[in-house]
């Protein structure tokens, strides 16, 4: 019989707990591609490794499995919009590509740091006034 932190080790699989690092280094089946069946169909709720997750195929048919709750304020992207070659937050828009990296902030389009970054990477300074 396994004592109670043999059997924690074992079975927590979360981000920083050994299991999860274990597992995390190597490929796992999610869902079938039969799930998104089609370019911008609606998202479908994941969880792997107690993590939550939404995936969803985009307007060239790439799959993007990304975590579910906004950056921003955390609303739920399976309520999201999949739609132009991403998804769409459904509270105030912000919008992520299949790499989970946040390509569109509407509600920081006048601030210059946001138009000046070349890599369209999220804008710090918008998060923190937000
Ligand atoms: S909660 Fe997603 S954009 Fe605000």
């Known amino acids: 019989m396994l004592r109670k932190e043999q059997n ?17 280094s190597y490929w796992m089946p999610a869902l079938l591609a039969e799930e998104l069946p089609e370019n911008d169909c609606p998202p479908v709720r994941v969880k792997l490794l107690s ?9 060239e048919g790439r ?21 132009e070659s991403g998804l769409r937050c459904p509270y105030h828009g912000w919008k ?9 902030v509407r509600n920081a389009i006048g601030c210059r740091r946001w138009k000046a970054a070349s890599t369209r990477a999220m804008c710090r300074s918008c998060i923190a006034a937000i």
Do not use: K
């Open 51 to 59: 993590e939550p997750m939404v995936a969803f195929r985009d307007s």
């Open 8 to 24: 924690d080790l074992l079975t927590q699989t979360g981000p920083q707990t050994p299991m999860g690092r274990f597992f995390r």
């Open 96 to 104: 992520y590509d299949v790499t989970g990296q946040c390509v569109d």
């Open 63 to 83: 799959l993007g499995l990304i975590e579910e709750f906004c950056a921003h304020r955390r609303a739920s992207l399976w309520f999201g919009r999949n739609e």
